[in-house]
């Protein structure tokens, strides 16, 4: 008789079942291993290999040999082609003994970045994921490339320049020098407009070229946006080197380039710091080249200036002004004084002009050439001459209608384009008719936009405002502005009265300008008289009327009224 089994033994059959299950789960073990995308492999608590995948030789491109079951890791290693990456040495591992996971990264000598999951049980033995992560880490570089690059000319963007620079100023403390040197492009904004953004783009792409050609190895430079650019220069001998870098870029970017088939001459300026004489931190020498860069372009174009101490109080004194003008203005501290205009034939007041007041509770009376160069940069002209045409339309109500009130624009309002608005909007305001109003402007203003300038002044002059040309003959002085627009008034300078009437060549000047616009059936004003013997002169050379000290000064609207009543 065979034995029975006892009860709680597992029967030969639940026995073979249960081994047929642990097969079948053993079987589907396996065929995931071989299946994943991962490799995989298991050690030993002494380091012997016990399990791998086929994926896991693939990855790392083993021989068969090498991964045997009995193989040690070291042995493993001894045949791996390539080493483990910076990033993967610098993390710390686990303390000794704990359980956990840790990853580390390997470069291989192809080129590949194979990333691991290496879990540690209690028992010593080990278990390791392996992945190809080159794909990721392509990626991953590209977009840390493009958060530190500019896309269009592939130069290193503002955030690499700051830390170039505080790498700079760590070397400067060991005693180096270096220098900053920023840059605008002169005349970039006239091709772009001309011949379109992707021009534009090309032309940067071109200069970026152009730039690196001068640069030495060690120089960075970045594109800070738009047409700046910068160079962190290190190792030279300063101020010289920068001087011999600055030159050699205003001269390469001074050649003509070729931009779609279309010849293109631009330019720059540069302005240069140097370190650490000149800031300590990157934002204070990014500030200090900045300044620099503004005197270099406000000398003209195509210069280099450096940065000097002074700049800084200057740049105080003048944001001290711009915060008083801002407070003026909204305080209605601005007022308006009068100059009267008078016909030469009946010596009738004709015309007024507003001229722009800002007395100032400490600095006194502020001369409008002092702040209106700051108001243009600064763009507070715009609320300003918005100002000064609702206050000159205002007060022009009080004078008898044939009297005109002139008010000076400068270009910046063109620009802007703020003007039109601004003027058809004070003549509604006020309800005074448009041709009492004039508007004049400089030929300085014609000249920087003359298609945006002339459209505007066109505009203007259908609704039947006057526009008079002002300053004639200083600056530009081209008698082709008075064919290119229709003035219905020109204002000699009174640089041309101040001489007369000795100077034959003024009084030659003065008589054909006369003929040329009474010819094209414009008035003529003589600015600036302050004699006599200059009166006489204007009135026989053919100007129709004069401004000036000699028959009135600029005055407050009231004495400008009481003027107007007494000669009536
Ligand atoms: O008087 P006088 O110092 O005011 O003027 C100095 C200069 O300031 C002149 O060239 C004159 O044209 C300019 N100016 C005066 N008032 C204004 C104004 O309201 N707007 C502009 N843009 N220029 C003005
Ligand atoms: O540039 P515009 O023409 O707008 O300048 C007008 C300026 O000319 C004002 O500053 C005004 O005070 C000044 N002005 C007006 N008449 C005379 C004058 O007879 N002599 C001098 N020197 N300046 C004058
Ligand atoms: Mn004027």
């Known amino acids: ?86 990033a993967s040495r610098d993390r710390p591992p686990p303390a000794p003994g704990s359980e956990g996971t840790r990853w580390r990264e390997w470069q291989l000598d192809d080129g590949r970045i194979i990333e691991v999951l290496v879990s540690r049980l209690a028992d010593g033995s080990c278990v390791a994921l392996h992945e190809d992560a080159t794909e990721k880490h392509q990626v991953q570089e590209r977009v840390s490339f493009l958060a530190r690059h500019d896309l269009l000319t592939g130069l290193p963007n503002r955030a690499v320049l700051r830390e170039e620079l505080d790498r700079a100023l760590a070397g400067s403390r060991r005693g180096e020098t270096f220098a900053l040197l920023c840059l605008d492009l002169d005349r970039f904004k006239p091709v772009n407009d001309t011949y379109g953004h992707a021009a534009g783009d090309e032309l940067l792409k071109q200069v970026a070229a152009r730039l690196r050609h001068c640069l030495r190895e060690v ?79 406000s000398e003209g174009r195509g210069q280099i200036s450096y940065f000097e101490p002074a700049m800084n109080k200057r740049i105080e004194a003048r944001r001290g002004i711009e915060n008083d003008l801002r407070e003026a203005m909204g305080n209605g501290q601005l ?92 003549l509604a305001d006020s309800g005074l008719p448009a041709r009492r109003l004039e508007l004049e402007i400089t030929e300085t203003s014609m000249i920087k936009d003359p298609t945006v300038v002339l459209s505007v002044l066109h505009g203007l002059r259908e609704k039947g405002v006057h526009i008079a040309l002002d300053d004639f003959g200083t600056g530009y002085s081209s008698l082709s502005h008075l064919h290119r627009f229709p003035f219905d008034h020109l204002k000699i300078d009174r640089s041309f009265v101040r001489d007369l009437p000795d100077r034959a060549d003024l009084r030659a000047i003065v008589r054909g300008v006369t003929t040329i616009a009474t010819g094209m059936g414009m008035q003529t004003t003589a600015e600036g008289v302050e004699t006599q013997e200059q009166l006489a002169a204007v009135r026989a050379l053919g100007c129709t009327a004069v401004q000036g000290f000699l028959l009135g000064r600029p005055m407050p609207a009231e004495a400008l009224t009481a003027l107007v009543v007494s000669r009536a």
């Open 1 to 86: 008789m065979e034995p029975r089994p006892s009860d709680d033994a597992p029967s030969h059959d639940a026995l073979r079942a249960d081994n047929a299950a642990l097969r079948r789960e053993l079987e589907l073990l396996r065929t995931a291993l071989e299946r994943m995308p991962q490799g995989m492999c298991a050690f030993s608590g002494d380091d012997k290999l016990v399990l791998a995948n086929a994926q896991y030789r693939k990855i790392w491109n083993l021989p068969a040999e090498a991964v045997r079951p009995g193989t040690t890791f070291r042995q493993i290693m001894n045949v791996t082609p390539g080493r483990e990456t910076p």
């Open 219 to 297: 120089d960075v430079m970045a594109r800070l946006g738009g047409d700046e650019f910068a160079v962190v220069q290190r190792g030279g001998v300063q101020p010289e080197a920068s001087t011999r870098l600055g030159l050699r870029i205003v001269d390469t970017l001074s050649q003509p380039f070729d931009v779609d088939g279309h010849v293109v001459h631009i330019g720059t300026s540069v302005g240069v710091t140097l370190a650490p004489q000149d800031g300590a931190d990157p934002e204070t020498l990014l500030r200090h080249g900045d300044l620099a860069l503004y005197r270099a372009k």
């Open 335 to 426: 007022s308006l004084a009068y100059q009267p205009r008078f016909a030469l034939d009946d010596g009738r007041i004709i015309g007024v002009e507003a001229l722009l007041r800002w007395p100032h509770p400490q600095r006194g009376m502020v001369r409008p050439d002092e702040f209106i160069p700051l108001a243009e940069e600064t763009g507070l002209i715009v609320p300003i001459g918005r100002w000064v045409l609702q206050q000159a339309c205002r007060d022009a109500l009080r004078w008898p209608p044939h009297i005109t009130v002139a008010v000076n624009v400068s270009a910046v309002q063109f620009v802007r384009s703020s003007v039109t608005s601004d003027a058809l909007q004070a």
